[in-house]
């Protein structure tokens, strides 16, 4: 069966929002078992049959506008057309679903107070602190004031240990980021990329920020992890208006 996660945000009754976990399809180890990406070794006949179960399920109004993610700060507006090459899926057209996939990197649902915008973003560390987030919302047409954001699952502070390089990258492009590093073994930071997403949102001026609690790194047996098992499947987080 298939287990989903529900934002815990107040959006209007017209946006519809859910990630996926790993439990409920058809593919077999390592991508065990409802893998929705295609890019990551896995047979593309169950990973077909899992998103045609995920459509069902949902009762999507249509199969969800897959896109091909660089780990860039590109948005593209679904409805527009064009190169799907980006980290960003906009649309203000009923009917029209956006995805991204994740597997410890942050999924970002955003929707406007009146629900006639939605967008999903895909905020690993590179494109967190490339710009991603500002990206994505410079090019929706709604104010940012009027924006609700989730922060679905992705990895955890006491998960994600990274180098100097990465962050001082942070500290040097955005503001009072040594606030979610921790130090951790020599020359080694644990952070808080949730935490880092989460700044950025409220520095753009987003009214309302949520975010799940769940560690992608430490429950197994609910998600993927690419730092945990490298060959893995991938989770999908979804938005789309009613």
């Known amino acids: ?20 976990t790993r439990a409920g399809g058809f593919s077999l180890t390592p991508f065990d078992s409802l893998n929705l990406a295609l890019h990551v070794g896995d047979n593309p006949d169950h990973v077909a049959q899992n998103r045609v179960l995920l459509q069902q399920v949902l009762d999507l109004p249509a199969e969800p506008c897959w896109i091909n993610q660089t780990h860039g700060i590109h948005a593209v507006t679904l409805e527009q057309g064009g190169s799907r090459d980006a980290d960003a899926a906009i ?22 107070r009146d629900g006639t915008e939605v967008a999903a973003i895909h905020a690993g560390w590179r494109g967190l602190r490339a710009g991603v987030i500002q990206a994505t919302l410079a090019s929706m047409a709604s104010v940012n004031e009027q924006l609700l954001a989730w922060i679905g699952p992705g990895i955890s ?27 951790n073994r020599a ?19 987003v009214s309302e920020v949520c975010r799940d609690p769940g560690c992608t ?26």
């Open 187 to 205: 020359g080694h930071w644990l952070c808080d990329l949730a935490g880092l997403a989460e700044s950025v949102l409220l520095a753009q001026g």
């Open 1 to 20: 069966m298939i287990k989903l996660i529900e934002p815990g945000w107040s959006a209007p009754a017209t946006v519809r929002a859910v990630t996926t």
């Open 91 to 112: 649309t203000r057209q009923p009917g029209t679903v956006a995805v991204v996939m994740t597997a410890d990197c942050l999924p970002i649902l955003v929707c406007n």
């Open 217 to 242: 790194y430490r429950d197994a047996d609910r998600f993927f992890s690419y730092r945990r098992n490298t060959t893995t499947g991938r989770l999908a987080s979804l938005i789309w208006i009613t």
């Open 157 to 183: 502070q006491d998960n994600f240990e990274v180098g100097e390089e990465v962050r001082t990258a942070f500290v040097d492009s955005i503001a009072r980021a040594e606030g979610f590093f921790h130090a």
